[in-house]
């Protein structure tokens, strides 16, 4: 009787164990991306529903040359993005993510995939009252939280930066005149500027600030799934779907790759 038992919870352990690894496998085919979709044309919302965007089929593509079955693509503010990385809640980040020092302290990151800039938005009545982004100094400024844009803004008009939890809120206090600037990514604000009818009555500042390189983030850890990445990011370089893809999306030759 014992025996029996005994190999029946030997059995047991066996199918749960096989189970697990069954489990294991599944999981390891499907690649949890997350992103925050209100950055048009980098991640965005679909009229479907859909998340789209430059990032997005990126990294969908990344994720096919990597052997991934599946990339599944995960939308969540921007600010939460690396918390859900500790936690293994994504396995990576794509989000027009920089790479900065203070970031890389805490994800990994691969290898740079786009190359951007910092531009300002103003109403077009203000042109000639703000010429230059140095003229916006101590002025109250616009960004979107946990951004590059939010902290180049900070240096500009300490204590004077109201920060949104997307782009859009943003651009909707330029145009309500509750901030005298949108401090953003160049991409971003050029596409602002082409697509919506909102744009209409803002303006650019013509003048580009700090370079910044974007890069797909990883858990510190996970050594494995970013040297899949990198090498993905490659072959798509090389056998020409990088450009195809960037330029669907920007129209322009890829700064970067």
Partial sequence: MSFKFGGALKTLACVAALGCMSSSMAYAETLRVGTEATYAPFEFAAEDGSLTGFDVELIQ????????????????????????????????????????PERAKRVAFSEPYYTSGLSVLILEENKDK??????????????????????????????????????????????????????????????????TAASDGVTEINEILTAEKYGIAVHKNNKELLEKLNAGLKKLQENGTYDAIYQKWFKLTPTTK
């Fill in 61 to 100: 593509a990344i994720g096919k040359e990597a052997g991934y079955d599946k990339v599944e693509v995960l939308n969540m503010p921007f600010d939460g993005l690396i918390p859900a990385l500790m936690t293994s809640q994504i396995d990576t980040i794509i989000a027009a993510m920089s790479i900065t």
């Fill in 130 to 195: 703000y010429p230059k982004v140095d003229s916006l100094k101590g002025k109250s400024l616009c960004a979107q939280i946990g951004t590059t844009g939010a902290m180049t803004a900070e240096t500009l008009s300490p204590g004077k930066v109201k920060a949104f939890n997307t782009e859009p809120e943003a651009f909707m206090e330029l145009k309500a005149k509750g901030c005298e600037g949108v401090v953003n990514d160049r991409p971003i604000n050029l596409y602002f500027l082409a697509q």
